[in-house]
T-cell receptor, first 112, second 115 residues
Framework: KQEVTQIPAALSVPEGENLVLNCSFT??????LQWFRQDPGKGLTSLLL?????REQTSGRLNASLDKSSGRSTLYIAASQPGDSATYLC???????????FGKGITLSVRP | DAGVIQSPRHEVTEMGQEVTLRCKPI?????LFWYRQTMMRGLELLIY????????DSGMPEDRFSAKMPNASFSTLKIQPSEPRDSAVYFC?????????????FGPGTRLTVT
């Protein structure tokens, strides 16, 4: 059974800092990995999707990397801003069945 | 496209009442998912459909929960009878298998409170 872990559960950083959010998964036979953002009381917004054949994806100040063999992904946020404060969730599809398994998320607070 | 649409956004009901949550997926998407989010358990997949057919309902907690997808543009999740422990945020998501990306797009959720 696939398990996705995100540690730490919460993170507080000063504005402008570059930061890395970690995600690990137990079954390396993934189809793809998605990073989501969730603002308080809101739904999930897809940030980046990495196919199993890819190593990384970039969107603006965000860069996500994937190392299938070690069961790890990282989300890099450059020059963090207070508007980046949210919960970031990692999720994987294991096998071509389209089912997502989520981590518990990392709640990020960027201090002005 | 308007994205995934869910209704109602908030629902407060008394224990024992029937609750129906509704979802309209993104047009053209062939997968639809129902999730539940709580502080204790995080996001859990309840059931998903492919081309309107239920594929995996192993996440449905009890027989009190049922889901239908009568056509490609509409799905319901019903709880009957509801209990306080069903209080959670229920999300609907959809994806398209074309291009083999299976990227999921989420609705805004329905916050259910059962008193």
């Amino acid at each position: 059974k696939q398990e996705v872990t995100q540690i730490p559960a919460a993170l507080s950083v000063p504005e402008g800092e570059n930061l890395v959010l970690n995600c690990s998964f137990t079954d390396s036979a993934i189809y793809n990995l998605q990073w989501f953002r969730q603002d308080p009381g809101k739904g999930l917004t897809s940030l980046l999707l990495i196919q199993s054949s890819q190593r990384e994806q970039t969107s603006g100040r965000l860069n996500a990397s994937l190392d299938k063999s070690s069961g790890r992904s990282t989300l890099y946020i450059a020059a963090s801003q207070p508007g980046d404060s949210a919960t970031y969730l990692c999720a994987v599809v294991t096998g071509a069945n389209s089912k997502l398994t989520f981590g518990k998320g990392i709640t990020l607070s960027v201090r002005p | 496209d308007a994205g995934v649409i869910q209704s109602p956004r908030h629902e407060v009901t008394e224990m024992g009442q029937e609750v129906t949550l509704r979802c309209k997926p993104i047009s053209g998407h062939d997968y639809l998912f129902w999730y539940r989010q709580t502080m204790m358990r995080g996001l859990e997949l309840l059931i998903y459909f492919n081309n309107n057919v239920p594929i995996d309902d192993s996440g449905m907690p009890e027989d009190r929960f049922s889901a239908k997808m009568p056509n490609a543009s509409f799905s319901t999740l019903k709880i009957q009878p509801s209990e306080p422990r069903d209080s959670a945020v229920y999300f609907c998501a959809s994806s398209w298998s074309g291009g083999r990306r299976y990227e999921q797009y989420f609705g805004p959720g329905t916050r259910l409170t059962v008193t």
